[in-house]
């Protein structure tokens, strides 16, 4: 099993440009989120999806959406990225039983000059 | 708001002697407490989870105690190894999960 999976691993954008990252999880889980991490901040949950086609807010969804068109995979879309997107990004899967306990894959180190 | 708070960025024990890493928080809806551990380049992964009808989880080393009247949560490694040298994130979750900023572990041989 590769668990959770995220492309790309690094990316540099230009202000205005956009782009996706794409989360995938072969563990067959219902949830899954998304989370910026940042010096000093801790994670902070963007979007997140309780099941196929179903997403959610989170603390700081403001420039971003998601979708989840498959139970495998999880998109995050910036549309016009901005410098204060600048952050490591996190994909996270967790089964409906145990909601809490969350698989993280590697993270996306996103700069946006 | 940080609802979750690690006031310790960093902490360095030798080994063999007790880590005590601390976490507050400010919510008192929150039913339950994780903590994480992150190496460099990597995902978090799930260390140990309290439930709030708990004041103690323990899993061969690592044991985490729940205060609920102080709202304070501590993870304690014993005996440490350099291996646990990493950052150890405190979240807190009533639905939403919330993390603290993280607390970087040192452990030295």
């Known amino acids: 099993n590769a668990g959770v999976t995220q492309t790309p691993k690094f990316r540099v954008l230009k202000t205005g440009q956009s782009m996706t990252l794409l989360c995938a999880q072969d563990?067959?889980?219902?949830?899954m989120y998304w989370y910026r991490q940042d010096p000093g901040m801790g994670l902070r949950l963007i979007h997140y999806?309780?099941?196929?086609?179903?997403?959610a807010k989170g603390e700081v969804p403001d420039g971003y959406n998601v979708s989840r068109l498959k139970k495998q995979n999880f998109l995050l879309g910036l549309e016009s990225a901005a410098p204060s997107q600048t952050s490591v990004y996190f994909c996270?899967?967790?089964?409906?039983?145990?909601?809490?306990?969350?698989?993280f894959g590697p993270g996306t180190r996103l700069t946006v000059l | 708001d940080q609802q979750v708070k690690q006031n310790s960025p960093s902490l360095s024990v030798q080994e063999g002697r007790i880590s005590i890493l601390n976490c507050d928080y400010t919510?008192?809806?929150?039913?339950?407490f994780l903590w994480y551990k992150k190496y460099p380049a990597e995902g978090p992964t799930f260390l140990i989870s309290?439930?709030?009808?708990?004041d103690k989880n323990e899993d061969g080393r690592f044991t985490v105690f729940l205060n609920k009247s102080a709202k304070h949560l501590s993870l304690h490694i014993v005996p440490s190894q350099p291996g646990d040298s990493a950052v150890y994130f405190c979240?807190?979750?009533?639905?939403?999960?919330?993390f603290g900023a993280g607390t970087r572990l040192t452990v030295k041989p």
């Open positions: 999806s309780v099941g196929e086609g179903t997403t």
């Open positions: 979240a807190a979750s009533v639905g939403d999960m919330r």
């Open positions: 563990m067959n889980h219902e949830y």
């Open positions: 309290i439930s709030s009808i708990k």
């Open positions: 996270a899967s967790s089964y409906v039983g145990s909601r809490n306990e969350q698989f």
């Open positions: 919510n008192s809806m929150f039913d339950y």
